[in-house]
């Protein structure tokens, strides 16, 4: 069975689980978001399972209410880096924010990760919504929505440009004549723009990968916009068949229109799966979960996503008329609309929304036996929806285990997943290219004229 | 034999080696910069060895020319991270600016590398001198010297309120109540100042070390003062006893000044050791790698530093008479003295002067047998010039390996250093406590009014 018939599988890293509630089960540590002994074994659960990649989200400020759940989260590069000398094949994807940060740093920590990792970094790139985040780098309020993305473009062109200031072949290392790099191989980056004035050559070489995977996650005009110009992985949240299905479409078109092969970018909806060895056991388990929720720390967490008043929303009806239209959020947009798209069409009472965002943001929970949720899988799969999936299990790490105990052999069974890893990069893994090398392009075009 | 009385070692990682031309070398890697394993191998020897820590410098630009030398550096905090999850006990400190980073991002990531390594992290902080820096953050040439350090007071104040931003007992975990954390110990950092607004709580909780170890390295009247008032461990280059005392001397008396204790403010010069069984064996091994260096290449970095035109510098001349004073260097001031001074009373040639500086940069060589090198360690040490020493192998892992086997054994027997780990955290390795909780500090004064 050859690479392009297979499914590609990330797990989404997120403490005890994805799973508002899981810190407060039996089995889980409190304690477990800074604790790397935690992240190196579920990195090596996924590595021995053959995922291609973990996958750490970020944002530079608190997580929600300390009281709530865990509000806390190591780094991701710096936390990454540990897991790359923890783990040897699996892909290590970062969520790192273009609206506070330099991109001479984080262009060089990913780089530097790529070395480290011998061609295993990835980065998910994101503008960070939020007013929280903003007031910690010097600002009142969050940058307009647009205003970020134009900083995100900007910012992906200056990274280009430091990660191959270096050709492949610049270091020599010619010891009898003193020679380290060839100097005509090492170019500055001059870049002066809008955002960044940024002049010299990265102080990292090129990397393994030449640079680390791009992947997005924000799916608003924008958001589809930039993934289609720059990510080879996107990661999504779709609640339907049918909406994966559109997304899917719509993502590889907009590719297309801008000359980019479709097989490059790789779309991968998030899933929640939630097993049991019967259906009624895996509904008892998302049951048992939903009972752990405290519903007035989660009605403060939607109205503040929904931009209304917490008394504004009774738990018993449903949400009010009169909200605002994606177009005045200047937030997380599409997050916002499909979570208000998702209680309109389910007519779902604020304590019922709160339940199903608590398992799982608005991701699709996939609720059944081992055989239902392998089914669903190669559904969306054959159906156009999805390259892959973004595995965000309820509850880390027994969520995860009883994945790949039970889900992925049914997988193996019929062709759907890989059985080793056949590649050593992270691009590899996902079936990508690696990309060319700027001065190879250079030095081609004078040859040909 | 008390904790007091021994002294402290720091290898200081650094390529192939401290020696300009260590690269040449048939031993030498010309890619271990950017080699995991090389540097995995040097950290663990270190560890082995019992050193307090290990250390890497930075600087986000280019190092130097890349035809002449290795010019690419992994990103320390990264770096780090991968070496504290292939080590246990030794300490890890990184260099990190205070003029390119913002204090939300940098906090942070110092705070996860403590969490990640338990307690072994340590942040050597630096103001970043040069231009080609400045360059690569939009500015057109760096700030001035004493603005710089102005601004890194600041972001040491917002970091202490961002460690600090989190009280030790805050977490809770009580699993039956759903209360993770009491929101009345965790309190934004609230900062408002002249380079800084940054509002919120840290999104880590304070580390076990309650914050990195703090390490400073310059040696202006500036760096002096900030020493003074920050530092918990000083790295210096200091060429002769004489200047190593005075310097001892004048930092431990502006520590006590500000009202601290100088048991809490270690001095560590660096040392270039260069072992041979004889004599004349370390004097060979020392000349082979001055042979190795490319005249015209060093000439012109000296030149930069020396802020004069090249040609002004002949070889077989000492240096021009009319070079600027120590007042109108804005850039690295102290090291730009201590070259000077090195070569107008050793009367030096500007060949000579490269000689040495190419093995050490201005830190002071010892070159000589292990009994010579323990006995000038010893010196040192009982004489009021250092708590311990950053030791910079000329060849790694090379020079470390004869250090370890040859010169460690006798400052052993002389009960000079340690033959176990004593203390867990970085803090306990140079004998430091552990700073106190402001938290616990406010909640006193109530109790005690």
Same mark, same amino acid.
């Given at each position: ?124 790139? #994101?503008?960070?919504?939020?007013? =929280?985040? @903003? $007031? ?7 940058? !307009?929505? &647009?205003?970020? *993305? ?123 799966? #939630?097993?049991?060895?019967?259906? =009624?056991? @895996? $509904? ?7 009972? !752990?929720? &405290?519903?007035? *720390? ?152």
């Amino acid at each position: 069975m050859s690479e392009r018939q297979q499914l590609h599988l990330n797990l989404f890293i997120h403490d005890t689980g994805h799973h508002e509630a899981s810190w407060r089960l039996p089995e889980s540590d409190p304690r477990a978001d800074l604790d790397l002994g935690f992240h190196q074994r579920l990195a090596r659960i996924a590595e021995d399972a053959k995922f291609d990649s973990v996958f750490l989200a970020d944002s530079p400020a608190l997580w929600g209410d300390p009281a709530r759940r865990p509000s806390a989260r190591l780094e991701p590069t710096v936390l990454l880096a540990a897991l790359a000398a923890s783990t040897t094949r699996i892909g290590l994807i970062a969520t790192a924010s273009t609206s506070y940060n330099e991109p001479y740093n984080l262009a060089r920590r990913f780089a530097s990760l790529d070395h480290l990792s011998g061609g295993r970094a990835g980065w998910n790139i #994101v503008t960070t919504a939020g007013d =929280a985040a @903003a $007031r910690n780098f010097g600002l009142d309020g969050q940058p !307009l929505h &647009r205003t970020r *993305y134009e900083r995100a473009a900007e910012f992906l062109e200056v990274s280009a440009k430091l990660w191959d200031s270096w050709a492949d072949d610049a270091l020599v290392g010619d010891k009898d004549a003193g020679v380290h790099a060839l100097p005509d191989r090492v170019r500055p980056a001059g870049h002066h723009g809008r955002f960044f004035r940024v002049e010299g050559a990265l102080n990292v070489r090129r990397s393994p990968q030449g640079h680390p995977l791009l992947v997005q996650a924000g799916s608003s005009e924008d958001g589809k916009e930039f993934a289609a110009r720059w990510a080879e992985a996107v990661f999504t949240a779709q609640p339907t068949l049918e909406e994966g299905q559109a997304f899917y479409a719509d993502v590889k078109r907009r590719a297309v229109a801008l000359g980019r092969d479709p097989e490059h970018v790789k779309i991968l909806p998030g899933i929640v799966p #939630v097993i049991g060895d019967t259906e =009624a056991e @895996a $509904r008892e388990l998302e049951a048992e979960l939903d009972r !752990l929720i &405290r519903p007035e *720390y989660a009605r403060e967490q939607l109205a503040a996503l929904l931009k209304v008043e917490p008394e504004r929303l009774a738990f018993d009806a449903q949400l009010p008329d009169d909200l605002p239209t994606e177009d005045d959020v200047e937030g997380s947009k599409s997050r916002y609309t499909l979570i208000v798209e998702l209680a309109r069409r389910e007519n779902l009472t604020v304590r019922q929304l709160i339940g199903r965002l608590g398992g799982g943001r608005g991701h699709r929970t996939f609720t059944g036996t081992p055989v239902q949720v392998a089914d669903t899988i190669q559904h969306w799969f054959e159906h156009g929806a999805a390259d892959g999936f973004n595995v965000m299990p309820a509850v880390l790490p027994s969520g995860l285990e009883a994945f790949v105990a039970k889900v992925l052999p049914i997988l193996r069974e019929r062709g759907l997943f890989r059985t080793d890893y056949t590649g050593r990069t992270l691009r590899e893994h996902y079936g990508l290219p690696r990309p060319g090398d700027r001065y190879a392009l250079a030095s081609a075009v004078p040859a040909s004229v």
